[in-house]
């Protein structure tokens, strides 16, 4: 989803988009690594003194196999998009020193006079995905885990089970 910069001005302009289309979808799953169940997005784009600020929120949730017990579990990604750019070849260290904020060390570039959506959602989500896609019921999980290490049978040459029991019993 491109959009030409010159097009957005310094009053908000808001795209949405959900499963039905088609970019988004793309864009989220590719982070997500997997199909969707469910995608809502909100972008609020605005240009002021050559920057584009993109403002909203996006959510985005997938079926993922938990990394510790193994079981299908809801992967939800729920968060707040605040990003900026500026032209590509634009110095941010051209800025004086007092003009650069904190903030602005995520301010990202923009080729062609046109910013893509598409990369702004992946980007969004990217920096909200957690390190670890583990089950959200931690106690039904650690259970689960525990039965899986103790009922991995001992003859079965399933290096997983047994090096994962080495490893706990350390
Ligand atoms: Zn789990």
């Known amino acids: 989803m491109r959009v030409r910069v010159d097009h957005i001005d310094d009053r908000d302009q808001q795209v949405t988009a959900g499963m039905a289309d088609v970019w988004a979808v793309t864009a989220a799953s590719?982070?997500?690594?997997?199909?969707?169940?469910?995608?809502?997005?909100?972008?609020?784009?605005?240009?002021?003194?050559?920057?584009?600020?993109?403002?909203?929120?996006?959510?985005?949730?997938?079926?993922?196999?938990?990394?510790?017990?193994?079981?299908?579990?809801?992967?939800?990604v729920d968060t707040d998009v605040d990003l900026s750019y500026v032209p590509r070849g634009r110095q941010i260290s051209d800025a004086p020193e007092s003009e650069l904020k904190s903030?602005?060390?995520?301010?990202?570039?923009?080729?062609?006079?046109?910013?893509?959506?598409?990369?702004?959602?992946?980007?969004?989500?990217?920096?909200?995905?957690?390190?670890?896609?583990?089950?959200?019921?931690?106690p039904a999980c650690e259970e689960r885990t525990r039965t899986l290490l103790s009922g991995a049978p001992e003859s079965s040459g399933h290096s997983v089970f047994s090096s994962l029991r080495n490893w706990t019993d350390t």
Do not use: K
């Not at 997500?32 to 600020?53: N, P, W, Y």
């Not at 929120?57 to 079926?63: N, Q, S």
């Not at 903030?103 to 046109?114: K, P």
């Open 30 to 76: 590719e982070v997500l690594e997997t199909t969707l169940t469910d995608l809502s997005t909100i972008l609020d784009l605005r240009r002021a003194h050559g920057h584009v600020f993109v403002t909203g929120a996006v959510r985005a949730a997938a079926l993922r196999t938990c990394e510790r017990c193994g079981e299908s579990t809801a992967l939800v």
């Open 103 to 138: 903030d602005q060390l995520d301010v990202g570039w923009y080729a062609d006079g046109h910013i893509d959506l598409a990369d702004t959602l992946r980007e969004a989500l990217a920096l909200a995905l957690p390190p670890r896609v583990v089950c959200e019921d931690e």
